[in-house]
Every structure is written in C-alpha cells, then in structure tokens.
RNA sequence: GCCGAUAUAGCUCAGUCUGGUAGAGCAGCUGAUUUGUAAUCAGCUGGUCGGCGGUUCGAAUCCGUCUAUCGGCUCCA
C-alpha cells in the first residue's frame, strides 16, 4: 500500500501501482472525468501513470492553468499530426502549451508556405482527427532509437533536441499516425478537445536565437466546449474594439506622423489633459511622500554616459551621438535620468542628516527601439518616464523600498487596478557577464528586494534572468478588465551608480560613506501607462481623469445660451465639459457624445430652462431625469 | 534587426489577380429644418492611389527600392 496526500492534508491508502485516474475515480466519477493530468510530488504527470510509491497529488482540470495546459500541449500534437498529414514533410521544432493557447514552430517541406488562409483546413482536419478519439500513448524509449526514428524521418530539430537529453528519460507520445518527442503529460485521448481556433501566424527563430534559422510558428487554442470558444472570441473582439491605437485615433488623444518619425508618439489637446491630470495626481502623492521635484536637460555629454554604464551597455542601440561644431564633442538624447540625478546630488557635499534624497522628475528619454517593435503608444522612441532616484544610506534601504512599494500600490489602485501583483526580477546565474557591479553589492541588492517583499506580504513571483544589467528591480504588473496581464513600473535597487559617479556622504562618525541608490517609477512611462490605461477601461476613463466630463445639449439653437450659461457655472465648480451647440438632432448629439465616451450629457430644453435645470444622462446608462444645476454638482461629486 | 503581410479622400473600405489616368459610406462645407434621449433632409467639396525609380503606347494595378503600419520572433536601460 502506499500513501497519497491530498493538497487539502487529507491522507489516504492505495494499493501500489493506481493511477492517478483511479485516485481521482475514488474520490468521484466526476472528479475523474474531468482530469487531465496530476502533479506528483512536484512533476506533472499523466493521469494514467501508476503510482509506485507515497506520493503528495494534485489533479489538473480544466479549471486550472496546469490542466488547461496539457491540453492545449495536446492540442499542438494534434496540430503537428493535420499538419504532417497535409504537408508530408513537414519538420517540427518546438510546441509548447503557454498561458494562452499553444503553439508549434515548424518548418514547410521546400517550396511550400502556410499562411492564415490555410487555417480553416488545418482546423478542419484537426478537428476530424480529434473525432477519432485517438489515445495519447507514451512510451519510454532509448536515446538509439529516438535518435534512430527522427534520423528515419528526417528531422534534424527533434535529433538537435535529442541531444541534450539523457538516455533513460526518453518518451515518445502517439496519437493517431503521429510520433512525437515529448516529456508529457498529455490528456487521455484527441476526443476531448471540441473546439479549435488557429490565431496567429509568423516567423520564430529556433532555440530563440536570431543567429539560427526562422521556423514558422502557428499558434493556436482549444476549449473541450464550443462554448468555451465563442466566450474567448467575444473577447478578443472586445479586446480589438479597446486597442488603444484605435480608440486614441477617435478619441483624438494622440498620433503619429511618419513626417515626424516612427515611435515619436504626439499628444493631442485631450491626451494632454488626461496625461497632466495623471501627472499632477501622481506629483502630489510625491510631494507628501517627501520627493522634490527636479528638472534637467534633454541631453547629456556622451562622457555622461560612459560613466554611468550606458554607453558601453546600450550605446548601440541609442540614437547616435550629437556632433556640435567643436571637434571631438558629442552629446547624447537622454537614454535614462539616472546620471542627471547622480550629478544633482554631487551639487554640494551631502550629509547623513539629510539622506534619503528623493529627486523626481517627469523625464523625457529617448531610445532607439528596434523598428519591429514599436507598438502604438506602448512601446515608442521618446517617452515621458515618472521617474524618481531615491538615494539613502544602506540601513534606509528596506524602509525606502517599502514607501515606494505602497505608493505604488495606492496610485495603481486609486486609478482602477485592483490587481496588482509584483514580479521579483533577479540576475539569470547563467550569464553573469550580461550585468555590471560587483558580486557583494548584486547579493545585498537582491537580498534586500526579497526580504522588503515578505516584510509587507506583497503578492510575488521570482523571475532570473530579468534584472537590469545594474541592479535587481521589482516589477509591477496589473491584470485589466480583459483579465490581460500588462508590466508597469518598477522599483530598482541600485549599488552600481553610486559607484561609478563616486557619491558620497558624510556619516554620523564623520567619515565619508557610498549611498545606495533607489529607481523607481510607478507608471513605467506616461505612454505606456496611458495605453493600459485606455484599454482597461476601453476609453470611459475615471471621471476625475476625463478630458472632457459633460457636453451640454441643448435641444435647439433657442437654448445656447442658457447651455453656456450652465457651463460656466459648472466651470466655477472646477467640473469641464463642453455645448454641443451643432445644428442637429438631439438623438444625433447623444448618440455622438456618447461615442466620444463623455461621461454625463446634459440636455436642456423649454423645460429646463424653465425650471432652471439639466436632463442628466449617465454615459452607457442612459437618462437620470432633470435635475437643478446644484443638484447635479452634489451627483457629480458623489461619483467622483 | 529578422520572417510574413499591408499602404487608395480626414476615417472605414471597394477597385489591383485579368494594366486603359478612381468609387461608396461616414466626416467636412453650404442650404433647408429648430428638433426631447444613440445617425433629419438635400446639394457640394475633397484623392500627385505612401515616396522614389523601372517595365509599358499607357501603371492605383506589374517589377525594384525606401518609408510607415500590422502579426510574429529577437530585444526592452
């Protein structure tokens, strides 16, 4: 007999040799039916492989992120055998389930292409495969023949993975007429997956290294009900209707002009209100949290950067240097503020007694982003940073690093995140020559980033490989309505920069010490944040955010002037909005101001004007009845 | 930067495959209408078909190149 414990503690008995399913089965049918693989003892297993020893298990379903993924890797087998029936040929690198779907890198026979027009087909036939209800079968091989099949079959992407992997710790996974290397688990049989929808399309580099060959990789998901993939079609289709590129077009709130040039993003008088309002907002939490604000220049000595790190770290994917007409001289777009601040505070000799220093500043910095990757507002070449150098001596680090991580949390929360969960980014052991400083600092740095989190019980992940190349930084990410999950800002710890401007302070024992150094910024950049921030809330932003709070309609041109009038009263109350005072329809000037996501109309006619008041309709709400002008001050209060 | 696609009026798009100097709806302008809760009616204006070069008697249409955009990859201080 052994022992199998339950994620709840409950402990119980098996003969030596169950299966994960008939654990599953014992416990209920219904349970059992919907299992699709297990974790035991820590490894992902499939549901039908016995158990031989006491074990702890925890069964995957649908219902969780480790089910659904074994049955979207599934699904990317069952793509891979369409695809091998349809394109003989055909070889396969990499496919893998992810958080949203699965995917699988091929490789077209020579002179062949797939495209999205093939799609339907290969969901067609993926589907008819699936409706045979074929058995996932694994099967432990030795390294000879899995190196003897793939070389059979002529696929040199499974032979190059072949060969890191161990004899001994071979499996091979069937369904149907196809064969694949694979670790597993898989869900029991093809039967199980009802609905498919291939979504994407484009090239991968193998391995992930641009050095190698460009495969192709199809991306797709699948639900076991057709339901399932009409619900997440809906929300791509909202997703699609709340792109920020779309919705800042009509709702006039930045552009582009390849004049200009590409990544240079310009905001437009509505964008600029809602960005100075985040701004003003996120400047006054600052200043009571003991920041000062500070201005410095666009660009900086090239010699700036060199001390700092930059130039040698990033200088070639900077914009190139400014010649002036002095030889020799050069002048760099600021990349970052950091070696700004570091020189502000070498201003005089600084003292323990006024440490930490916190300089902010709203810094527009500039960074020659790859051409395939700028993005609408989210990712650009010159962006607005809500950028802050906190720079305290080595005891205040943990207690600076807490203030900020609340004032984070506050300002996310105050504009409508409620999720917030925080990633801990540290070095990748691996390639230590990708980062600068020494050993002790980066050990104290990440140290000190971990225990502040477990101080203030800050929901975390751990991430290698994702530090910045000067320090180890917590990042900030925010679920959206959607349910995506976006990066924003972050806080960064910093032993390096001090370092290499040389500051200093003078400490209580009248000897001169090095400070630490704090990054953070709570947004990231305007644009970015602006970007989730338009498709969080599809462009009905806070009230307190709104460019544009009401329009007045008045139901014909008699009425303008009352309109006005009632604008300006608004106004004395610091409430902004708008007269449509357009020669048309009242049903036309809803239907427009709603579309402009204005978040009260007002509508005053004969009736209103009698009485001194406004018809209130809510945005997406419609009419709220008439109310006088007062009343409607203390309604918009209340929602503010 | 790499792979693939796209670029026609302010916006959304047709016309491109099968070369013969452009079309719709909305927006804009003018006029009529003076409107009561998501599009009032009529008329008009508006395009070097992304830029440059080539093939051709003739190019929005075919070819090359540059720019920008989109979907991926790589990157993201």
Redesign the pocket.
């Known amino acids: 007999m052994i022992n199998i414990s339950f994620p709840d503690g409950n402990v119980r008995q098996y003969e030596a040799g169950t299966t994960a399913f008939e654990i599953a089965n014992s416990i209920s049918e219904g349970l059992a039916r919907n299992v699709f693989s297990a974790t035991v003892n820590g490894t992902l297993t499939d549901r039908d492989l016995p158990l031989q020893e006491d074990a702890t298990i925890v069964f995957h379903t649908w219902r969780d992120q480790g089910g659904k993924e074994t049955f979207w890797h599934s699904t990317a087998h069952l793509m891979a055998e369409a695809l091998e029936a349809m394109y003989p040929g055909i070889k396969f690198g990499y496919g893998p389930a992810g958080r949203d779907g699965f995917f699988y890198d091929v490789e077209p026979p020579e002179g062949t292409t797939i495209?999205s027009d093939d799609f339907p087909a290969i969901e067609a036939k993926m589907l008819e495969l699936a409706r045979q209800k074929n058995e996932y079968v694994r099967k432990e091989v030795s390294k000879a023949d899995a190196i003897a099949y793939f070389k059979e079959k002529g696929d040199e992407y499974k032979l190059e993975l072949l060969e890191d992997l161990e004899d001994g710790t071979i499996t091979f996974y069937t369904q149907g007429e196809f064969t694949d290397l694979c670790r597993g688990p898989h869900i029991p049989n093809t039967g199980l997956i009802k609905a498919i929808k291939l979504t994407?399309?484009?090239?991968?580099?193998w391995r992930?290294d641009?050095s190698n060959k460009?495969l192709t990789?199809i991306s797709g998901i699948s639900f076991p009900k057709a339901k399932e993939l009409k619900e997440y079609l809906a929300m791509i289709e909202e997703a699609k209707k709340r792109d920020h590129?779309k919705l800042g077009?009509e709702l006039e709130l930045f552009m582009?002009s390849?004049k200009v040039?590409?990544?240079l993003p310009m905001w437009l008088p509505k964008g600029t209100q809602l960005r100075e309002r985040l701004v003003n907002f996120l400047k006054v939490k600052q200043e009571n949290a003991g920041y000062q604000q500070v201005t410095t220049p666009h660009i900086g000595k090239k010699d700036l950067y060199v001390t700092s790190g930059?130039w040698d770290?990033?200088g070639e994917?900077?914009f190139q240097p400014i010649k002036t007409p002095r030889v020799d001289e050069e002048f760099m777009l600021k990349?970052?503020n950091c070696p700004h601040h570091c020189e502000m505070y070498k201003f005089r000799p600084r003292s323990y007694r006024e440490l930490p220093i916190r300089f902010a500043e709203f810094g527009t910095v500039y960074?020659?982003?790859?051409?395939?990757?700028?993005?609408?507002l989210s990712?650009v070449r010159g962006f607005t940073q809500d950028d802050a150098h906190i720079f305290c001596t080595p005891e205040q680090v943990k207690g600076e690093f807490i203030a900020v991580v609340d004032i984070v949390k506050e300002v996310l929360n105050l504009i409508g995140f409620d999720d917030v969960t925080a990633q801990i980014s540290l070095r990748d052991p691996q390639t230590p020559e990708k980062y600068i400083g020494s050993e002790e600092n980066w050990k104290i740095a990440e140290q000190s980033i971990i225990d502040a989190c477990k101080e203030i019980d800050m929901n975390t992940v751990t991430a290698f490989g994702e530090a910045?190349?000067y320090g180890p930084k917590l990042d900030f990410m925010v679920r959206d309505a959607l349910g995506r999950q976006w990066q924003l800002g972050t806080v960064q710890v910093d032993y390096n920069l001090p370092e290499r401007f040389e500051l200093e302070y003078i400490g209580s024992d009248n000897a001169t010490h090095r400070p630490v150094m704090i990054h953070r910024a709570p947004f990231g950049s305007l644009e970015r944040f602006t970007s989730i921030l338009i498709e969080h809330t599809g462009g009905k932003f806070p009230l307190w955010l709104a460019p544009e709070q009401f329009a007045i309609l008045p139901?014909?041109?008699?009425f303008n002037d009352y309109s006005t009038n009632v604008m300006q009263q608004l106004a004395t109350h610091d409430i902004r909005g708008i007269v449509d005072d357009r020669?048309?329809?009242?049903?036309?000037k809803?239907?427009d101001n709603?579309?402009k996501r204005i978040p009260f109309?007002l509508?005053v006619?004969?009736?209103?004007v009698e009485s001194g008041g406004v018809?209130v309709?809510v945005q997406?709400d419609?009419?709220k009845g008439?109310m006088s002008v007062e009343e409607f001050v203390a309604f918009f209060r209340e929602q503010l």
């Open positions: 495209s994407k399309i484009g090239g991968a580099f992930g641009e460009q990789r590129r077009k582009f390849e040039g590409a990544g930059h770290k990033y994917d900077s990349p970052m960074r020659y982003e790859q051409t395939g990757e700028l993005h609408g990712r910045a190349f139901i014909s041109e008699k020669n048309e329809t009242i049903g036309r809803i239907r709603e579309l109309l509508i006619g004969e009736k209103e018809a309709r997406g419609g009419d008439t």
